[in-house]
């Protein structure tokens, strides 16, 4: 939007880190807000039973992308693109954002999300992590 103000809203490439076009990522460009949407590769995940605790009284932290069986890391860009460029690209475009969102719906029998409905308190909430390895946790 800095750029070319008068552009419209909609898909373009862009290229934060500023080098080869071939690592170009494409993005949604909403032009009214100044926002830009980074699709994810994969944008829903199959609902199956992903995990079964061993010991039911652990309550330990299980990361999806790690400890579970299938489990995976959330990917980002457009078709062809390779994961390393896309990183690359989304820690630049990082850098130039004051701010940032994400919508993540999540549907998980017998687990908290955010806030524990019975103890009023977010110690079992869900525990995210960026790309850049720090840790995202629930507040409020």
């Given at each position: 939007?800095?750029?070319?103000?008068?552009?419209?809203?909609?898909?373009?490439?862009?290229?934060?880190?500023?080098?080869c076009t071939q690592d170009a990522i494409?993005?949604?460009?909403?032009?009214?807000?100044?926002?830009?949407?980074?699709?994810?590769?994969?944008?829903e995940v199959a609902k199956k039973n992903?995990?079964?605790?061993?010991?039911?009284?652990?309550?330990?932290?299980?990361?999806?992308?790690?400890?579970?069986?299938?489990?995976?890391?959330?990917?980002?860009?457009?078709?062809?693109?390779?994961?390393?460029?896309?990183?690359?690209?989304?820690?630049?475009?990082?850098?130039?954002?004051?701010?940032?969102?994400?919508?993540?719906?999540?549907?998980?029998?017998?687990?908290?999300?955010?806030?524990?409905?019975?103890?009023?308190?977010?110690?079992?909430?869900?525990?995210?992590?960026?790309?850049?390895?720090?840790?995202?946790?629930?507040?409020?």
């Amino acid at each position: 939007k800095m750029c070319h103000p008068d552009w419209k809203s909609g898909e373009y490439w862009i290229d934060p880190d500023q080098g080869c076009t071939q690592d170009a990522i494409k993005v949604y460009c909403n032009m009214e807000t100044g926002e830009t949407c980074v699709a994810p590769t994969q944008r829903e995940v199959a609902k199956k039973n992903w995990y079964v605790s061993k010991n039911i009284k652990e309550k330990k932290h299980v990361w999806f992308g790690e400890a579970m069986t299938d489990g995976f890391q959330f990917e980002y860009g457009s078709e062809g693109s390779l994961p390393e460029d896309v990183n690359i690209q989304l820690t630049f475009l990082r850098l130039m954002s004051t701010e940032a969102s994400q919508n993540i719906t999540y549907h998980c029998k017998n687990s908290v999300a955010y806030m524990d409905a019975t103890t009023a308190n977010l110690k079992k909430a869900l525990l995210l992590q960026g790309s850049n390895e720090i840790e995202i946790r629930a507040e409020g």
